[in-house]
């Protein structure tokens, strides 16, 4: 994976096209019910090509670099494993206490911690991109292991979580893309791929989005404010966990670089997986997915201000 030092196209247009494509479902959903409702066979073949290109986009052989780096390791992995889950799990009880479905949704996606484009703010903000690549691996592998028991612990109070589910689900549609796309990133790793497969996950995001809310508009259209209860504890987050990294940076007596790292790995967030993720696992609950929607409308603005500030403060 190379070294990003800019925001491509794709990542700048990221914003736009969810917005287009949510606009394109709702379009759809009211002027051809009939049409919509075929578009739900469009999102399990999306959601596996999305899970596919997200996971060829991980270079597992960093795995051993992160080791390396130890004490900068455990803070990642602290902040990331520890206490993330408890602060997404508290502001949804400060904010989403009427709203369950909201609360497993804002759950769900503050969990999983980036694997991708937190690289490129990381670089953006004048970090260490050697460093977080080297954790990247680390960031992938624990948040499959980890959203199980994330999910019993905090979400089955909320709405019905079978532990049965979630593992076929996880076998499904995690580990059999998962080991796929490795298999194929080592007989087909370069530079070009990589490119191709950036395009091919915003391809099959996009696709996703607008299929799930043709298929669920109606939800949409029934409730038009409620997802806007999920900026106030995202906002929050966002405020809280940079606060977080940078803090406990200057404690560890991290450099500037570093602490820059740790504050781009803290906020960015895997919501491409948590989207697909919640369609699997939360049919019922239509708000659980269309609420992974909205957090990297609020995230990539962030990180955009964030790698600004971080550029001139530390």
């Avoid at 997404?88 to 694997?115: D, I, M, Q, S």
Wanted: proline residues 7%; hydrophobic residues 60%.
């Amino acid at each position: 994976m190379n070294q990003p030092s800019q925001l491509s196209r794709l990542e700048r247009l990221e914003p736009l096209l969810l917005l287009s494509a949510v606009g394109a479902g709702l379009a759809l959903s009211q002027a051809a019910p009939q049409l919509a409702g075929r578009a739900e066979g469009l999102i399990i073949p999306a959601l596996m090509v999305l899970l596919f290109a997200v996971f060829f986009r991980v270079p597992l052989d960093h795995l051993r670099a992160a080791l390396g780096h130890r004490r900068y390791f455990r803070a990642a992995l602290a902040i990331n494993f520890i206490v993330t889950p408890l602060a997404a799990y508290g502001l949804g009880w400060l904010f989403l206490r009427e709203a369950p479905a909201l609360w497993v949704g804002l759950v769900l996606v503050l969990v999983t911690p980036c694997t991708d484009w937190y690289l490129v703010f990381t670089s953006l903000s004048r970090g260490d991109v050697p460093l977080n690549l080297a954790l990247l691996p680390w960031n992938l592998v624990l948040q499959l292991v980890l959203l199980p028991f994330y999910l019993y612990l905090f979400a089955r109070t909320l709405v019905p979580v079978e532990l049965a589910v979630v593992g076929r689900s996880v076998l499904y549609f995690v580990v059999i893309p998962f080991l796929l796309a490795q298999g194929m990133r080592r007989l087909f790793a370069s530079e070009a791929n990589e490119r191709r497969v950036v395009g091919l996950q915003y391809a099959a995001l996009t696709v996703l989005i607008g299929a799930m809310f043709a298929h669920q508009g109606r939800v949409v259209f029934e409730r038009p404010l409620v997802l806007l209860k999920l900026v106030p504890p995202l906002v929050g987050f966002f405020l809280l966990l940079s606060a977080v990294a940078v803090l406990l940076g200057r404690w560890l007596a991290f450099s500037a670089p570093t602490r820059a790292s740790l504050a781009c790995t803290a906020c960015a967030r895997n919501s491409p997986l948590t989207l697909s993720l919640a369609l699997v696992l939360f049919p019922g609950y239509p708000l659980v997915a269309v609420s992974q929607v909205i957090e990297p409308l609020l995230e990539l603005p962030f990180l955009i201000l964030l790698a600004w500030w971080l550029r001139r403060a530390l």
